[in-house]
């Protein structure tokens, strides 16, 4: 029985290492997620990424098939590489901020919390296991043609499993390159406290007079203060569009950390806006004058900007 949980171990993190690589060899822009999660920029490689894909896809067949001390080393391998992406995501979740990860491509969300950072604990301690079944057990392939039924059974669970998270878990985004297809709806009325700690208003009530980019962010996320840092610049390319930050930080701590977020920024009550549209940090909307979104939610310091410079294109195609 004993040996049998430990083959199901190393089939699992066989799986849903196949599943990671095929997920982000489909991705069509690995190196966004990169930057979003502060990979250094000169690992920020499109064949370095590729090569990432499919070397995981390799790690998945070499896992159960290779005997002996190769497969030992595939295990160990895949052990070290749940790890960093333990490390990584640990840092990401330590920074108060959430974000995307690439941990399975373009496969669900992405968002990093918490519960990411315990999926992938577990992970790690599957994949010790996976090393333990190895040097035990031998070679993962014969014994799972022994026990094909309830291991392919065990396979295919997982599988669905992850497509079925994925589908429901995917929160929707729209696509910079879509605004002009942008399917507009009324701003939702979310009560917000700020900036000046006693007044109240309303979503809807920010964008009486203007437009209004609202950027939802963290005061102390690092990608946030990407965004952060980029306000200046965004303010000038967008003269006719108001910038706007709302947090769920208390707006006096958020002003220690943030001086520059003062006389723009909002707390939201309670999580009715991420609610509405989504719980990562940093993300951006766009809202028009006339009561109705026009854009987002986009997510990531990256897709931000690139948001940024397609509504610049836009107001410069209004202008003639």
Known sequence: MFSTSLLAATVIVAVVVLISGVAKARDPHPLRVWTDMGIPKAARKMW?????????????????????????????????????????IARLVVDEGDTNCNCFGSLGSGVVDRWTLLRNGILVALAGLSITDLALNGVAAPRILDQFGWILALAVTA????????????APQADPEDLEDYMRSPIPYVDLIGPSLDSKTTLRGLAQQQAVLLL??????????????????????????????????????????????????????????????????????????DGLMAGGPVTGPTAILEFVDEIKEQLLEAQG
């Open 48 to 88: 370095l990424a590729r090569t990432h894909a499919y070397g995981e896809i390799a790690l998945a067949v070499f896992l159960l098939a290779l005997p002996g001390a190769l497969g030992m080393a595939v295990a160990v391998v895949v052990l070290l590489l749940f790890i960093g992406y333990f490390v990584l």
């Open 216 to 289: 939802m962010l963290s005061p102390s996320c690092s990608p946030c203060v990407r965004v952060t840092h980029a306000i200046p610049d965004i303010a000038k390319d967008l003269p006719g569009v108001a910038v706007r930050i709302v947090t769920a930080a208390d707006l006096t701590s958020a002003f220690d950390r943030q001086p520059t977020w003062e006389g723009i920024a909002y707390t939201e009550v309670g999580h009715s806006l991420s609610e509405h549209f989504t719980y990562a940090r940093p993300a951006a909307i766009l809202m028009g004058a």
């Open 159 to 170: 599988l669905v499993t992850a497509l079925v998270l994925g589908a429901f878990s995917a």
